[in-house]
């Protein structure tokens, strides 16, 4: 039953009340690696809270090139596009699945409805929001502050610590998407790091080793 898996994720941070209402109006979602669960410029009208997997979060420029700005993990909803949906604006962001996840998607309608209603509701959001905001100035600092090979590494280490696998199943070429830059300059520079002994190439996926 979905109150019971409900139960067993989210029993400690939502009251039996809210549990059930989550569980009435709440649709459960299995989506596989790589498949996209929100778009820029579409509306929003539900929202996942997330059991298992991660998903990652993406900006884009005028060119079409994509920005991680952070990952959200079991447990995580996405407060930044709850303010969208809220203010009736469209998804400023591309939400994609980083691994095989199972979540439960809200309607918004009900969302907004928690905010005045459940106090663990409203402190759940706001816990996210300041959770977001912190990756997000993490993210800023990092393109200010840190050149090409750090970021590289501190991006391997986060999707390690994500996916609860220190084995990065991903191509050059997705990693530069991520990072905005070329995949020349990707494989240039996990071949120094290699060196360095901070990572292991391999055909088919990269070894974090500086964890």
């Not at 939502?14 to 509306?43: C, H, N, R, T």
């Not at 700005?69 to 407060?79: K, S």
């Not at 280490?157 to 220190?166: H, N």
């Not at 240039?188 to 901070?198: A, Y």
């Amino acid at each position: 039953m979905l109150l019971d898996t409900l139960t067993e994720h989210y029993g400690f941070v939502f009251e039996a009340p809210l549990l059930k209402e989550i569980a009435q109006y709440g649709q459960l979602k299995k989506v596989a690696a790589g498949m996209q669960l929100m778009d820029i410029g579409a509306p929003i009208t539900q929202m996942p809270l997330l059991l298992s997997g991660a998903i990652k979060i993406l900006r884009e420029d005028e060119k079409g090139d994509e920005l991680l700005l952070y990952f959200i993990e079991r447990g995580d909803t996405c407060a930044m596009s709850f303010s969208c949906c809220m203010g009736g604006a469209k998804s400023e962001i591309r939400a994609v699945a980083e691994t095989d996840s199972e979540m439960i998607m809200v309607p918004v309608s009900q969302m907004e409805k928690w905010m005045f209603t459940y106090k663990s509701w409203q402190q759940f959001i706001l816990d996210s929001y300041q959770a977001r905001m912190k990756e997000l100035l993490q993210t800023v600092d990092t393109l200010a502050f840190l050149r090409m090979d750090d970021r590289l590494l501190k991006h391997l280490q986060d999707k390690a610590k994500v996916t609860g696998d220190d084995h990065i199943h991903a191509t050059h070429q997705e990693i530069a998407y991520d990072l905005h830059t070329s995949r020349v300059v990707i494989s240039r520079l996990l071949k120094k790091l290699e060196n360095e002994g901070k990572i292991s190439l391999h055909r088919n996926d990269i070894t974090v080793i500086d964890l």
